[in-house]
T-cell receptor
């Protein structure tokens, strides 16, 4: 596709459940990022991949959050034992050069 | 503490009324400053990258400028379709190239 694709667009889950959020980056982009955005706030950095490896995971809030990018293209953000505070829009972005990133439309996660 | 502050939080303009949005930053060495536009329910859309003081970039009715402590996004003769939230983000030498610090944004409304 022409842009970054994220699925699902919306996800409602019960507290304590496990969720996976998927990101398909722009073809050929080696850098991939995950951010999350709460209402009225700017995006908050979670993790940055360069190729298959996590170059910087310092933004992951705790060990319930994990992300993979096994073949250097599609990435999955995994959240275990979800909490109500995890509710936010999770944004994925990709780029050829770090910083000038192209974002997807996001996955709105609601934990009830 | 590394941070990005945008002002004003909200700005209402009449169509054709030019104005500027401000982004001030305090970081341990600026690697780059980025402007994004975000429409409701969408991911941020990349606008500009600025790297050094004195640099300017233009796109249609928008012009971004950079000094050592702040950046301005000038909007000339805005139209209603320019209504959106404008986000500023910085990449800094204290973090990885993929770790951007975002401001909270300025919500711009342009009335016909």
């Amino acid at each position: 596709g022409a842009g970054v694709s994220q699925t699902p667009s919306n996800k409602v889950t019960e507290k304590g459940k496990y969720v996976e959020l998927r990101c398909d980056p722009i073809s050929g982009h080696t850098a991939l990022y995950w951010y999350r955005q709460s209402l009225g706030q700017g995006p908050e950095f979670l993790i940055y991949f360069q190729g298959t490896g996590a170059a910087d995971d310092s933004g992951l809030p705790n060990d319930r959050f994990f992300a993979v990018r096994p073949e250097g293209s599609v990435s999955t953000l995994k959240i275990q034992r979800t909490e109500r505070g995890d509710s936010a829009v999770y944004l994925c972005a990709s780029s050829l050069t770090p910083g000038s990133a192209f974002f997807g439309q996001g996955t709105r996660l609601t934990v009830v | 503490e590394d941070q990005v502050t945008q002002s004003p939080e909200a700005l209402r303009l009449q169509e054709g009324e030019s104005s500027s949005l401000n982004c001030s930053y305090t970081v341990s060495g600026l690697r780059g400053l980025f402007w994004y536009r975000q429409d409701p329910g969408k991911g941020p859309e990349f606008l500009f990258t600025l790297y050094s003081a004195g640099e300017e970039k233009e796109k249609e009715r928008l012009k971004a400028t950079l000094t050592k402590k702040e950046s301005f996004l000038h909007i000339t003769a805005p139209k209603p379709e320019d209504s959106a939230t404008y986000l500023c983000a910085v990449s800094y030498y204290g973090g990885s190239q993929g770790n951007l610090i975002f401001g909270k944004g300025t919500k711009l409304s342009v009335k016909p």
